[in-house]
Each structure stands twice: as C-alpha cells, then as structure tokens.
C-alpha cells in the first residue's frame, strides 16, 4: 500500500465495521458513525460543527440508503467532501450485503485520497447536454454513465443524478467531453 496522506477532515461512516476498515488504513483519522439511515438530529447538529471547524469527508455505503444519508447530511451541513468506492468492490463473500466494510483497504484509501470537494451551483450542465454527448438516452448511455462515473471516483448514477453530480463537483461539459473520448 503506498503512503497515505494525513486526513485533517472528520470522516463519517454508517457503521462500526465501516469504523475499523477506516481505521485500519488511517490509524489516526476521526471518524464519526451515522448508525444507520437512522441518523439522529444530535448527530446531524455533531457534524455541522465539525464540518465548520474541521470539514466531513463522507464514505457512505454505495447502495440507496448511503445516498440517502449522504443527502441528508449535506442538506443539514452544509457542503462536504466526498469519497466514492465502486458498488461492486463492497459486496461481501456471500454476494448478499453491500457496504464500506466489505471493500478491499486499498479502495478505502484511495477513495479518501481522492475525495471530492462539492461546488453546489457553480456548473450549468444540463440534461440535454448528456443526450447530446451519448451518456442519456442511447444504448449503451449506462455503461458510459458507468465508465464515466468510475474514472471521476464519484459513484454511480443515472442520467438526471450523474447530471446534478457533475455539476455539484464543477465538471465541465468540456472535461467530460474529453474524458469519454478516451
């Protein structure tokens, strides 16, 4: 594993075991646990704090109650960071639960290396400008989208989501352009 860089933002999980994977690349990182989709107002007003005196870096399970957690919080918090690992790579043995704990340690540290500050409302792309570049609307729109979101570490989405997240991370039309050229 190459060196990590030191992690001066809070990093918050959705359980315990996502807790231990975390601390175990980064032995001294803070991390606060969201329990669940169940995340309480408390926790809600914990991380504000924190976010306004330290930053949030959030590594949320790629399934639909991570996104949703992840909503929640950048809805109550304001903007954060983000790290993304791929849904396939935090599936267990089983093939039956998805989550951070699940992930090889070399994704949990890259996914925090390479986290993503949100820019909510700085880039004007819009859903026509995907069908016009293919990632809406075209057979084979789902695997670009999927090509597309992997390259830029920032999870995977339909078209009308991977739309609002292209603009949230301030990803020009150009930079894309270019990328699915590749």
Known sequence: MQVS???????????????DAVKK???????????GS??????LNELKVLNEK????????????GEK???????????TKHA???????INKKGTKVGIEHAPLQEIEKA???????DYG????????LYKIGLIGNQNSKSKRKKLSDYLNIGEANGKTLCKKLNMFNISLNQIKDLIKE
């Open 5 to 19: 860089k030191k992690i001066n933002e809070v990093v918050v999980v959705e359980g315990y075991h996502d807790l």
């Open 25 to 35: 690349v980064f032995p001294t990182v803070d991390v606060v646990i969201t329990n």
């Open 84 to 90: 993304y690992i791929r849904k396939e790579l935090c």
């Open 54 to 65: 330290r930053g949030l870096i959030l590594l949320l399970d790629p399934d639909y109650p």
């Open 112 to 118: 925090l290396n390479k986290a993503i500050s949100m």
């Open 122 to 129: 700085a880039n004007e792309i819009t859903v026509q400008d």
């Open 38 to 43: 169940e995340i309480s107002i408390e926790t």
């Open 69 to 79: 957690i992840r909503k929640e919080i950048n809805n109550h918090v304001g903007n």
